[in-house]
T-cell receptor, first 109, second 113 residues
Framework: GIQVEQSPPDLILQEGANSTLRCNFSDSVNNLQWFHQNPWGQLINLFYIPSGTKQNGRLSATTVATERYSLLYISSSQTTDSGVYFCAVEGTGGFKTIFGAGTRLFVKA | SAVISQKPSRDICQRGTSLTIQCQVDSQVTMMFWYRQQPGQSLTLIATANQGSEATYESGFVIDKFPISRPNLTFSTLTVSNMSPEDSSIYLC??????????FGPGTRLTVL
């Protein structure tokens, strides 16, 4: 099945810093989503982005489907950005959404 | 977007017992899924809940251990049977309409003693 790799696995930032999270996938995908899991465990939808670029406030994402990767940019990070960021993809062979291992982000005040 | 609720939100159970988790979506959806998230880990797909037919299980998960029902397009249940401490996890219900954005419930935190 499709493999999803996220990097870095862990990231510590000073409040106000910028960061880039990466998601590589091993095969063609029908869709790709980025989620933020907050410290209380709730999964929050950030972007539905099978291709192209989207922006939402301080966050933006780019997916280059032909090169099988996606990037999540966080600018001017805040302590509330802490948590785990997951990339999840649906391969072309079915309707299953497969998650990467996640990037654990901690933003220091 | 779909709003998904789960009951119970958490439970502590004894070894050997069973727990049924309910998932309710606020709109009709074609696809419903159940995931497990073990402590400190990512989400693993347990099964796709099919309306009116048997669920489709992923490798490593079997119907006898995780029976699933989906009687209509807005509701599903997952039962964790004959529980052991290794079943302690967060169980998440998820829903999607076609090949669109996927949404998740708040999860059920299960602890097995």
């Amino acid at each position: 099945g499709i493999q999803v790799e996220q990097s870095p696995p862990d990231l510590i930032l000073q409040e106000g810093a910028n960061s880039t999270l990466r998601c590589n996938f091993s095969d063609s995908v029908n869709n790709l989503q980025w989620f933020h899991q907050n410290p209380w465990g709730q999964l929050i939808n950030l972007f539905y982005i099978p291709s192209g670029t989207k922006q939402n406030g301080r966050l933006s994402a780019t997916t280059v489907a032909t090169e099988r990767y996606s990037l999540l940019y966080i600018s001017s990070s805040q302590t509330t950005d802490s948590g785990v960021y997951f990339c999840a993809v649906e391969g072309t062979g079915g309707f299953k959404t497969i998650f990467g291992a996640g990037t654990r982000l901690f933003v220091k005040a | 977007s779909a709003v998904i609720s789960q009951k119970p939100s958490r439970d502590i159970c004894q070894r050997g017992t069973s727990l049924t988790i309910q998932c309710q979506v606020d709109s009709q959806v074609t696809m419903m899924f159940w995931y497990r998230q073990q402590p400190g880990q990512s989400l693993t797909l347990i099964a796709t809940a099919n309306q009116g037919s048997e669920a489709t299980y992923e490798s490593g998960f079997v119907i006898d251990k995780f029976p699933i029902s989906r009687p209509n397009l807005t509701f599903s249940t997952l039962t964790v049977s004959n529980m052991s401490p290794e079943d302690s996890s967060i169980y998440l219900c998820s829903a999607r309409e076609g090949r669109n954005e996927q949404f998740f419930g708040p999860g059920t935190r299960l602890t097995v003693l």
